[in-house]
Nanobody, 126 residues
């Protein structure tokens, strides 16, 4: 099993930034791909971006590309998401996810991911 714990959410004004973290523990060696998803009230969960543990390339949804940055610290088993130039429509619960599969490129389906965190709320005020 793999446990994922997100942190770093909060309330921020439009145009501001936050850094979200996702600490992974347990059998992290069984996972190959990490991702961020988000879910706004009344909407389906949507893909934000992903990265593999061994690769350096991150992949992003069109809606966040250029504003959000994913990185990971393998030594700390931690995934990060820097969210910047925030807009009110970025308000959502942000989830960290881990997949056993090695996923390269934009893969928007959440069904590929095996483990999920509890989420962290990001609220952007206008």
């Amino acid at each position: 099993q793999v446990q994922l714990v997100e942190s770093g959410g909060g309330v921020v004004q439009a145009g501001g930034s936050l850094r979200l973290s996702c600490a992974a523990s347990g059998r992290t060696s069984s996972t190959n791909t990490m991702a961020w998803f988000r879910q706004a009230p009344g909407k389906e969960r949507e893909f934000v971006g992903s990265i593999t543990w061994i690769g350096g390339t991150a992949y992003y949804a069109d809606s966040v590309r250029g504003r959000f940055t994913i990185s990971r610290d393998n030594a700390k088993n931690t995934l990060y998401l820097i969210v910047s130039s925030l807009k009110p429509e970025d308000t959502a619960v942000y989830y960290c996810a881990a997949a056993k599969a090695f996923i390269v490129g934009v893969s928007t389906t959440d069904k590929t991911y095996d483990y999920w965190g509890q989420g962290t709320q990001v609220t952007v005020s206008s």
